[in-house]
């Protein structure tokens, strides 16, 4: 199954929401807003991503350069 997950960033923390291919909700979870955090998170086996959405911001290019670089599928939105 393919799942989607969107990041609704602050400064102190990230609201992550998982999603699968029927748009129901699988997991939320808050979470650090730092890279190594949310690629810790989102790096789990049983979660096979298709895009990871990040809402742009002060922080979005940042947190998008970790995303990417740990292989997740990032957009900036």
Avoid: N
């Avoid at 129901?24 to 979870?29: A, F, L, V």
């Avoid at 790096?43 to 995303?67: C, I, K, M, N």
């Amino acid at each position: 199954m393919k799942y989607h997950a969107g990041l609704d960033v602050s400064v102190k923390e990230t609201s992550v929401c998982i999603v699968d291919e029927k748009g129901k909700i699988c997991r939320e979870r808050k979470v650090v807003s730092y890279p190594d955090d949310l690629v810790s998170f989102l790096s789990d086996p049983q979660w096979h991503f298709e895009r990871v959405g990040l809402e742009a911001g002060p922080l979005s290019q940042w947190l998008y350069e970790g995303l990417a670089k740990a292989g997740l599928p990032a957009i900036s939105a």
